[in-house]
């Protein structure tokens, strides 16, 4: 019994060393890798040290203390871990690193910008969870920049995976001198669900910031705060993509997140200012590598310094500033409840809203504007661009950067394709100091059909509403007639038809309210193709061989009669009824001096006559050209003699109730 119980006791002592002796041995392996890992930092020109190494078997539990590192690239990126504790570690597949959690205690990041300034992270904790890696990661080369080594950074992220990473915290400070400082915080910052260079969520909580900057002369404290981040379905990929020179003829589109929300977020200025964005939205953004190259942005910037560019540096710099823009796509983005105050007033803003793709914005819009002005307040229900391509605006403004020489026509007729239109819509201004208000219910032009850069087809349609300005003496029939307020409701297009060389402005509608409604149609025959060059000696030359077409116009009596009749009144001392009769009379007399010129001229003035002696009478005049009429004459003659120009026109006219 004695030996069994002694036999027993020493297998127990052999098991226990033996497991002692095992953990020290794996303990000394995983020191060994350890080390091997940071000599691959300090082989790629980094510097890199760690304190103390553990590992508890039974729990699977690696433990390194007091981490130091720091990068070969220049400017260097600097780093401080007091501990990391690596927990249920293992290895899945060869060249493989995996951990139930990791948790990162006390980090500092450090980065060393231009002019000494300088920008520190940190963090009081860092957790990942389920987290599967390489083993050993690859070093970008010493005399790697820090474009390469962020996109290192990026491409190895790829490689690894994990359920949620998460701070609690980040603190950080910016210091670039008396120009600028700050600090800045964030807070419950969580990633979840990594895999293959993917992000399927990523939020923050809060971030707060203060800057302090001096401009003019003049400091400024800035604080701000911002809630709510968050972001769905973030690629790394795609932003590895545009660091990369080797990529600079993919020239597909890469999705580089789904969308985006934050929001309240406010600003406040030492200066005065005071703003607010209730919530801002972005929505399915992409990069083109082929167009989105940031190097190459970058080695520019550097290679100009600090030194005003030249009109070549220029240039080149807004080239590829607008290939930046050609290679960024929105699907949409939106900043909603904007207010600030401002030393000039208060002012809000319902939503501004923009979209882009290959450079182009396809609609810009501001919504529900309320500010004050020192005549009053000013409201607009929205404004919008149409079609706004910024890439080609960047390129043909920096043609404007020769010194000393002013635009020539061409370019400036340049700028009209750029945008193909604008809408407004639902505004109210001051009028003077009146105390009364213009009305915008609506006004919208846009244009196309371009001939080079010049637009062969444009629409605008206006309404607006306004008082009738009491001290403006061509206002004061209007006045003594009772009126008050005058509106403009008018839809006007103009199309040039290359085929038919017809160049037609119609206008179905031109109302003045209270006063007549009317429609027209005027159209030029035998019209160039010329006629739109920006080069104006060729456009003159050119329109030299344009004739005039027919001419039709309507106009439907609501009120103007009566207007003019009362002034005539007013001037002459008589009742209404004795000056219209006087007016009538003394259209009529004229027509007999008109026939002698052009009988059917004659007959268009006893349709006026018609037309003013019986209030609400509808007018309608047609001219049809008799042969040919070259264009630029006619109008010489309608300057000289009206008459003789109204000879070369067959003329009808008509009324009617």
């Known amino acids: 019994m004695v030996k069994i119980l002694l036999g027993l006791v020493a297998a127990v002592v052999i098991a226990v060393g033996g497991f002692f002796g095992f953990e020290f041995y794996t303990q000394q392996r995983v020191a060994g890798e350890v080390d091997a890992a940071f000599e691959q930092l300090r082989a790629g020109g980094g510097k890199a040290s760690h304190g103390k190494v553990s590992f508890d078997l039974k729990s699977r539990t690696i433990t390194v203390a007091d981490i130091k590192a720091e990068s070969a690239t220049q400017p260097p990126v600097s780093m401080k871990i007091a501990s990391v504790v690596a927990s249920g570690v293992g290895q899945p597949d060869t060249g493989r690193f995996s951990a139930d959690s990791i948790d990162a205690v006390d980090i500092e990041f450090g980065m060393t910008g231009p002019a000494g300034g300088n920008l520190i992270y940190k963090m009081p904790r860092l957790v990942m969870k389920d987290y599967s890696g390489p083993a050993n990661l690859k070093q970008p080369q010493a005399s790697a920049s820090t474009i390469d080594a962020y996109r290192s950074v990026l491409e190895q992220f790829a490689t690894v995976s994990?359920?949620?990473?998460?701070?609690?915290?980040?603190?950080?400070?910016?210091?670039?001198?008396?120009?600028?400082?700050?600090?800045?915080?964030?807070s419950g910052t969580a990633l979840r669900d990594i895999k293959a260079g993917k992000i399927a969520a990523i939020q923050i909580e809060r971030?707060?910031?203060?800057?302090?900057?001096?401009?003019?002369?003049?400091?400024?404290?800035?604080?701000?705060?911002?809630?709510?981040?968050?972001?769905?379905?973030?690629?790394?990929?795609?932003?590895?993509?545009?660091?990369?020179?080797?990529?600079?003829?993919?020239?597909?589109?890469?999705?580089?997140?789904?969308?985006?929300?934050?929001?309240?977020?406010?600003?406040?200025?030492?200066?005065?200012?005071?703003?607010?964005?209730?919530?801002?939205?972005?929505?399915?953004?992409?990069?083109?590598?082929?167009?989105?190259?940031?190097?190459?942005?970058?080695?520019?910037?550097?290679?100009?310094?600090?030194?005003?560019?030249?009109?070549?540096?220029?240039?080149?710099?807004?080239?590829?500033?607008?290939?930046?823009?050609?290679?960024?796509?929105?699907?949409?983005?939106?900043?909603?409840?904007?207010?600030?105050?401002t030393p000039q007033g208060p002012f809000k803003l319902a939503a501004i809203r923009f979209n882009l793709e290959n450079g182009k914005v396809g609609e810009f819009a501001f919504e529900g504007l309320d500010a004050n002005t020192p005549k009053g307040p000013v409201k607009l229900g929205r404004f919008a661009l149409k079609s706004l391509d910024i890439a080609n605006f960047m390129r043909i403004s920096a043609q404007f950067?020769?010194?000393?020489?002013?635009?020539?026509?061409?370019?400036?007729?340049?700028?009209?394709?750029?945008?193909?239109?604008?809408?407004?819509?639902?505004?109210?201004?001051?009028?003077?100091?009146?105390?009364?208000?213009?009305?915008?219910?609506?006004?919208?032009?846009?244009?196309?059909?371009?001939?080079?850069?010049?637009?062969?087809?444009?629409?605008?349609?206006?309404?607006?509403?306004?008082?009738?300005?009491?001290?403006?003496?061509?206002?004061?029939?209007?006045?003594?007639?009772?009126?008050?307020?005058?509106?403009?409701?008018?839809?006007?297009?103009?199309?040039?038809?290359?085929?038919?060389?017809?160049?037609?402005?119609?206008?179905?509608?031109?109302?003045l309210g209270g006063l007549l409604n009317a429609s027209a149609r005027i159209m030029l025959a035998n019209v160039p193709r010329q006629t739109f060059s920006a080069n104006a000696a060729q456009a003159i030359g050119a329109a030299a061989q344009i004739e005039a077409g027919?001419?039709?116009?309507?106009?439907?009596?609501?009120?103007?009669?009566?207007?003019?009749?009362?002034?005539?009144?007013?001037?002459?001392?008589?009742?209404?009824?004795?000056?219209?009769?006087?007016?009538?009379?003394?259209?009529?007399?004229?027509?007999?001096?008109?026939?002698?010129?052009?009988?059917?001229?004659?007959?268009?003035?006893?349709?006026?006559?018609?037309?003013?002696?019986?209030p609400g009478q509808t007018l309608v005049i047609k001219l049809t050209p008799v042969g040919k009429v070259p264009a630029m004459q006619l109008f010489q003659m309608l300057k000289t003699d009206p008459l003789l120009a109204l000879a070369k026109f067959k003329i009808e006219a008509s009324t009617g109730l």
């Open 207 to 341: 971030v707060n910031f203060t800057v302090n900057t001096q401009q003019t002369g003049k400091n400024d404290k800035m604080t701000g705060e911002m809630l709510k981040l968050a972001t769905s379905d973030f690629d790394i990929a795609a932003l590895a993509s545009i660091l990369d020179p080797q990529k600079v003829n993919d020239d597909r589109y890469i999705r580089a997140y789904g969308k985006t929300t934050a929001g309240p977020y406010s600003v406040t200025s030492a200066l005065g200012l005071r703003m607010r964005i209730d919530a801002m939205t972005i929505d399915e953004v992409g990069v083109r590598p082929s167009r989105v190259q940031l190097p190459a942005m970058l080695a520019m910037l550097q290679a100009s310094g600090t030194a005003q560019p030249s009109p070549a540096q220029a240039r080149e710099l807004l080239e590829k500033a607008a290939a930046i823009y050609e290679g960024m796509r929105i699907g949409t983005a939106e900043m909603r409840g904007l207010s600030a105050e």
């Open 401 to 511: 950067a020769g010194p000393g020489q002013p635009p020539s026509p061409e370019l400036i007729a340049g700028l009209f394709p750029l945008i193909e239109g604008v809408e407004i819509k639902g505004v109210t201004a001051p009028f003077k100091n009146t105390g009364k208000f213009v009305n915008l219910d609506g006004f919208d032009v846009n244009w196309g059909q371009f001939v080079g850069p010049i637009p062969s087809k444009a629409r605008l349609t206006a309404k607006i509403t306004g008082p009738v300005d009491a001290t403006d003496p061509a206002m004061k029939p209007l006045i003594a007639a009772g009126l008050d307020k005058l509106s403009v409701d008018g839809d006007i297009g103009a199309e040039w038809t290359e085929a038919a060389r017809s160049f037609v402005v119609e206008v179905p509608k031109l109302e």
């Open 162 to 186: 994990a359920t949620s990473v998460e701070a609690p915290s980040l603190t950080g400070t910016i210091n670039f001198g008396p120009a600028m400082s700050g600090e800045f915080a964030y």
């Open 550 to 614: 027919g001419i039709e116009l309507t106009v439907r009596d609501l009120g103007s009669v009566d207007v003019g009749v009362v002034q005539y009144a007013r001037a002459q001392n008589v009742g209404r009824d004795a000056a219209r009769q006087a007016i009538v009379e003394s259209i009529r007399a004229s027509s007999q001096d008109v026939a002698a010129a052009n009988p059917d001229a004659a007959n268009a003035v006893q349709a006026l006559a018609r037309f003013v002696e019986s």
